[in-house]
């Protein structure tokens, strides 16, 4: 359970966040999912919820277990098997191990005494293993992995070795298991989970909002997942990023879109009438201030006009949008970008080899595969920040790249938004640089927060106004409408259709496939090209 008492966030000197008393409060059977548009503050209320983050003001009292879900999970040693991760939530990789090293150890010593000691710390062991759920447990696991598209042969890789979205679903995994209801498990945990749907297909989505529905403990959930906040929750809080205030409302995603709409209207209706009369009431005013004898009536009456104003509820402002435009593209030759024999290995496994790509002019590419075929890993080496084992890049004349990374690893999370933004260009003026940053909602203050306390929404918007600044005649978009609002994805997806260079495009996201109208699919990991079709769209759900 969590209670937060006079909660107060802030970025920077902005308020994003205030709730007076015990308003915001998690119990066993709360879904609540908590909304507003991006930058509103909910990953940093999220964060502070989870004890992962400090708040300006306020208490947050948490009691009984929890697990938390960032929108960028960052993982201690890379070097652990994602099995052992997932099994790590119970403590089950460490008893696994020690249990191996005494069965080695019963089977080498020649010491009775010794070998005693060895059969009795094993059996200590193997009850501890038991006490936790023991081998069920490990095959419960393995179906949570499953269910989230995660294959045995992922679960025997090392992290550093899966993409972005596979460590993604490890992390995700491994809460999941802590919290799910089998031998061992704590069904009674509260989940805290920001955008858990990001990089999964859609039987995985699925499952997850069964797996959720059916859960026990608090949950608290940031999705732009329209169906999943409709299937699952049954509170809302809202984030009113205008007046810094979280609004509660007690049911279910649907009622709270029909009580919001409902309130709008009255809202619409209510100043109509109030502006009407207060109208009429002014007109009278104006008529009696011109007779001195009648001053203080028409005094009373403007007054009576300014109250009729003031007593409405405030009325609701529009969601600011981003205004979001790739560059004009710089001048090049017809193939700016050429890919030759690419080929990258971890260890002994092989993700992709022998690709050849060739990226013309003002030409549009859907890099597609399952998860984990390479799809990131080739636009990281096309965009030179990784190399490959093999092949290589030819550059043609005039090419000039603009990368954006899924996981946001072009942005520098301890400098500032200005600072970010200032070398990504650095040849750019100082007033055209504020504009751009404007145009992407970055002004005033936000421009000295560091980009590490943004949202994932926010780092979105960062990093598409580093690319607007480049002037770029090949863009490589690794899911660039992931953690955006419906409108913010829309802006994104028209800058798509309107831009005239070259697009190579990884996307879980039909509608970003649909606004490229591409002309070529790359299939990985054999890297094979065909033109594109609606065919292709449901391979994009599926990957």
């Not at 679903?169 to 704590?186: C, K, N, Q």
């Not at 009325?315 to 090049?332: G, H, L, M, N, Q």
Request: include cysteine.
């Amino acid at each position: 359970m969590i209670t937060a008492t006079d909660l107060e966030v802030r970025a920077g000197v902005r308020t994003l966040l205030s709730a007076p008393g015990p308003a915001l409060r998690v119990q066993p059977g709360d879904r609540i999912g908590l909304v507003g548009r991006n930058g509103a503050g909910k990953t940093t209320t999220l964060r502070i919820l989870a004890g992962e983050g400090e708040a300006y003001a306020g208490e947050v009292m948490r009691t009984g277990d929890l697990g938390y879900l960032p929108q960028d999970p960052k993982e201690g040693d890379l070097d652990v098997l994602a099995k052992d991760r997932v099994l790590s939530a119970r403590g089950l990789d460490s008893l696994l191990r020690d249990m191996e090293k005494q069965q080695i150890l019963m089977s080498e010593v020649v010491d009775d005494d010794e070998r005693d000691k060895a059969v009795r710390k094993y059996g200590n062991l193997e009850d501890r293993f038991s006490a936790l759920g023991g081998y069920e447990a490990e095959s419960e696991a393995a179906r949570i992995c499953n269910s989230l598209g995660l294959a045995d042969r992922i679960l025997g890789q090392q992290l550093h070795t899966l993409s972005g979205g596979q460590r993604r679903r490890v992390e995700l995994a491994r809460i999941l298991f802590a919290a799910s209801d089998g031998s061992g498990g704590r069904s009674d945990t509260t989940l805290l989970l920001d955008e858990p749907t990001n990089h999964l297909d859609a039987d995985s989505i699925t499952w997850l909002r069964g797996f959720l529905q059916s859960h026990e403990g608090g949950l608290i959930v940031i999705s732009h997942d329209v169906d999943l906040l409709n299937d699952v929750v049954n509170r809302v809080w809202f984030l009113d990023a205008v007046r810094g205030e979280a609004d509660v409302y007690n049911m279910t995603w649907k009622k709270y879109l029909d009580a919001r709409a409902t309130d709008e209207q009255r809202r619409r209706r209510e100043r109509a009438n109030a502006e009407k009369k207060a109208g009429a009431l002014r007109v009278q005013a104006a008529k009696l201030g011109a007779k001195a004898t009648k001053a203080v009536a028409a005094q009373n009456m403007a007054k009576r006009a300014d109250k009729l104003m003031s007593d409405l509820d405030a009325e609701r402002v529009s969601d600011k949008v981003a205004r979001i435009r790739f560059p004009e593209p710089a001048a090049c030759g017809k193939t700016p970008l050429m890919a030759e024999n690419l080929t990258k290995v971890y260890g002994s496994l092989e993700i992709f080899t022998g690709v050849d790509l060739a990226i013309d002019r003002g030409s549009r590419v859907v890099v597609l595969g399952l998860n984990g075929a390479g799809k990131t890993t080739l636009l990281r080496i096309l965009g030179g920040v990784e190399t490959p084992d093999a092949g290589g890049l030819v550059p043609g004349h005039g090419l000039k790249i603009g990368y954006f990374a899924q996981e946001h690893d072009t942005l520098d999370d301890n400098a500032s938004v200005w600072e970010n933004i200032r070398h990504a260009a650095p040849d750019t003026g100082e007033q055209e640089l504020r504009s751009l940053l404007g145009a992407f909602m970055f002004t005033g203050p936000q421009l000295e927060q560091p980009a590490g306390t943004l949202s994932g929404g926010e780092k979105t918007r960062l990093a598409l106004a580093g690319l607007v600044s480049s002037a770029a005649n090949v863009l490589l978009l690794d899911e660039p409408t992931n953690n955006l609002d419906p409108v913010s994805r829309e802006q994104v997806l028209d800058a798509l259709r309107s831009y005239t260079g070259a697009v190579v495009l990884v996307t879980h996201d039909p509608g970003a496939a649909e606004a490229l109208d591409p002309e070529r699919v790359i299939l990985l990991p054999d890297g094979t090209e065909d033109h594109w079709s609606q065919d292709y769209l449901e391979l994009i759900q599926l990957a």
